[in-house]
């Protein structure tokens, strides 16, 4: 299995609501990562969980909020989330964090906020 | 701040041309770099990755690093449309923590 799984694949979701992101590998990696990605404009990253521990929250908004429940899962739940947040968003993993190799990319969530 | 530079295009070629797409990188200590390639809509596929200089070829597409020049280039050869889509460059730090991602090249191959 050389696939990451994002789940669901399309999501709207109104500013009031709380909606949660999965994301699933099993390829015995042990980093994974969030992005969050705008129209033509490259992956920004958001988090890093490193053996299931979050090693890098690059100043993301608490209506964020990241979960490794283990090494195969990486949740993102939303609550109380602005139109801007509408986004392409994407799980990756890579088998370590200083392994050195790319990164493997789901196929995304496309989360639309009104 | 380390950073990956890519010009945005579009980069638009005829089909059967070769198109060469170019990045540059301001970490001297990078050592890991990496195409993908992303259609619109979907999620970034990594397409090709190199290690060290010189070239590296996988079918039609080659890979050429110069790390004295921070220079990190993708040919694709006879393109064909459906190499149409935008292609990030992304670099590995020194201490092979974090990707860097450039913002993208638009590639365009005319029928």
């Known amino acids: 299995d050389t696939e990451v799984t994002q789940t669901p694949k399309h999501l709207v979701m109104g500013m009031t609501n709380k909606k949660s992101l999965k994301c699933e590998q099993h390829m015995g990696h042990r980093a994974m990562y969030w992005y969050k990605q705008k129209a033509k404009k490259p992956p920004e990253l958001m988090f890093v969980y490193s053996y299931e521990k979050l090693s890098i929250n690059e100043s993301v908004p608490s209506r964020f909020s990241p979960e490794c429940p283990n090494s195969s899962l990486l949740n993102l739940h939303l609550h109380a989330l602005q139109p801007e947040d509408s986004a392409l968003y994407l799980c990756a993993s890579s088998q370590a964090l200083q392994s050195g190799d790319g990164y493997t990319f789901g196929s995304g969530t496309r989360l639309t906020v009104v | 701040q ?3 530079e890519q010009n945005s295009g579009p980069l638009s070629v005829p089909e059967g041309a070769i198109a060469s ?3 540059t ?5 990078s050592q890991s770099f990496f195409w993908y390639r992303q259609y619109s809509g979907k999620s970034p596929e990594l ?5 060290s200089n010189g070239d590296k070829e996988d079918g039609r597409f080659t890979a050429q690093l110069n790390k004295a020049s921070q220079y990190v280039s993708l040919l694709i050869r006879d393109s064909q449309p459906s190499d149409s889509a935008t292609y ?3 670099v590995n730090d020194g201490a092979g923590n974090m990707l860097t991602f450039g913002g993208g090249t638009r ?3 005319k029928p």
């Open chain 2, 25 to 29: 990188y301001s970490d001297r200590g």
């Open chain 2, 21 to 23: 797409l170019n990045c």
């Open chain 2, 2 to 4: 380390k950073e990956v």
């Open chain 2, 47 to 51: 397409i090709m990755s190199i290690y």
């Open chain 2, 88 to 90: 990030l460059c992304a």
């Open chain 2, 107 to 109: 590639l365009m191959v």
